[in-house]
């Protein structure tokens, strides 16, 4: 793929590579602004070569992943670093929700219920149904197996299902409702 083709397929995918990145980085805007950057950086410089055995797509999508989850570990050895020499302060709270998320309370409850997923359960649950991804594609971008993805993806359905029907008792405050 030429330089002019790679830049118009990152250009057609950034919105959907943005949602991934806020995925992987637990809704950090800020986090995946910069793994978003990094990615887009090492494609085009060609540190990451795509090389057609999959879509375009869900190869940038398993470079997204793989750069947040080593971005996640450089930051937690900065933080581990960070409290030696601090000896005793407290790591900051981490970033709150986005405020558009909580406004809505159905999108509250589903983050909720995802949250509660097992990691590769909400990966792949969140390919499927935020980025139409196959589950095929999917597990090329988590880098398990088809039959993992699948496992996961029906154990997860099925488990989001159970939670959500769970919350639906519940106030968003989380007291019981009235019957």
Known sequence: ??????????????????????????????DAEEVLQTVYLTVLDGRARYDGRSTFRTWLFGVIRRTAASERRKAWLRGLLLKREADGMKPEAPASPDAELDRDSRRDSLR?????????QREVLQLVFYHDLTVDEAATVMGVGVGSA??????????????????????????????
């Open 150 to 179: 699948r496992t996961h993806y029906a154990r997860g359905k099925a488990r989001l299902a159970v939670l959500l029907d769970d919350m639906k008792d519940f106030d968003d405050d989380g007291r019981e409702r009235a019957s």
């Open 1 to 30: 793929m030429d330089e002019v083709e790679l830049k118009r397929q990152l250009e057609r995918a950034h919105a959907d590579c943005f949602g991934w990145a806020m995925a992987c980085c637990g809704r950090d805007r800020d």
């Open 112 to 120: 909720h219920a995802l949250a509660h997923l097992a990691t590769r």
